[in-house]
């Protein structure tokens, strides 16, 4: 094993992150596209009012940082 072994982790933890955060404005978007949410939904963070599925991307990638 190489030194230059420990940054295979890090970098599959960058690319899983960039992942995630792509899917996020993706989930957004398509919840607003079906009426499901409207842009004051997000003005605070997320209101009670954002459905689960589109919630769920967001709180990954927070949990990620």
């Known amino acids: ?3 230059s ?3 295979y ?3 599959v933890l960058v690319l899983w992150t960039f992942v ?3 899917l996020v404005p993706r989930a957004r978007f398509k919840a607003a ?3 499901r949410v409207r842009v004051a939904d997000f003005a605070l963070g ?3 009012n954002v ?3 589109t919630r769920l991307p ?3 990638y927070m949990n990620l940082l």
């Open 58 to 60: 967001n709180r990954n």
């Open 51 to 53: 459905p689960p599925e």
């Open 33 to 35: 596209r079906e009426r």
């Open 20 to 22: 995630v955060l792509l």
């Open 1 to 3: 094993m190489t030194a």
């Open 46 to 48: 997320e209101s009670e």
């Open 5 to 7: 072994a420990i940054f």
């Open 9 to 11: 982790p890090v970098i």
